[in-house]
């Protein structure tokens, strides 16, 4: 495997033409073509769908894109960093996250990292649950945030926790139950609901998602497989959803606490064995925000 193919992978799978992906790479259509059989042959599988009209992504192409696009990331801030002066220290700290939701928090670590560690190069990856969890284990994340109970515990994983989030029924701020202190499951099971992927949100609020949704007629259900899909369709209007209380998306969404349910723990994972001194002060950081 080499970086022809992975370029031409990506340029394909992200224009889904080959003409265009040749036009950025300056090569010939041809040549795009040879890569890409190339590529398809190395991995023993077809990434792309290709006919006379159009060309589409195979449910193996989606998952390697994510994988290609690190690679060649990864790539280019080695060779960019060699190619700096020799007397500036740029460290690479590769961080994950699993939905936008982690990139609040993120966000103001960051502000604080750009002040306190300017050697700090910051690789922030936010990719869907399985994949950013094969990753990390793989020690391609160097650090990653989530909820405790759905980040599978393996030797030498360190946990530090920084938050006890509520869970929540998240709905519009029109909405009549928006102004009630908390809310019981069974009083849900009259409204639409807006589910998601459960790799999108927290194990525990997703069960809880599915046992409303089994009281719910079907044209009072609306499934989306993104977690943004999901906070757009509540913002609209179109029905309520379980979550835990996020610090972000609140000016259109309000967040009323589910009666007798235990609150979820929240934090970011490591490798006890990969802590460096970079990384150790970005720890620190992030504790340092979280107590601010």
Known sequence: MNTAQLESFIQVAENLNFARAAEILNITQSAVSRQIHSLEEELGTKLLHRTTRTVTLTPAGLRFLEDAKSVMGRLKIATARIQRDHGVDVQVLSIGCGNDADLDLLCRVLKSCKAELPQLHPFVRVIPHRSILNLFYQGEID??????????????????????????????????????????????????????????????????????????????????????????LIRAGYGCSILPRLNYMTSEISYVPLKNTAPLSYGFFYKRGSVNSILKNFISIVNDTVIR
Request: aromatic share 10%; with cysteine.
């Open 143 to 232: 650090l990653l945030f989530g909820f405790k109970d759905d980040i599978p515990s393996k030797e030498g994983m360190v946990y530090r926790e920084l938050f006890q989030i509520p869970v929540c029924c998240a709905l519009s701020k029109g909405h009549p139950y928006s102004g009630k202190s908390e809310i019981t499951e069974q009083e849900l099971y009259s409204e639409s609901i807006v589910t998601c992927n459960s790799y999108s949100i927290p194990s525990k609020a997703a069960a809880i998602q599915d046992q409303i949704s089994q009281h719910t007629l079907p044209e009072c259900t609306y499934i989306c497989e993104s977690f943004q899909v999901l906070l757009t």
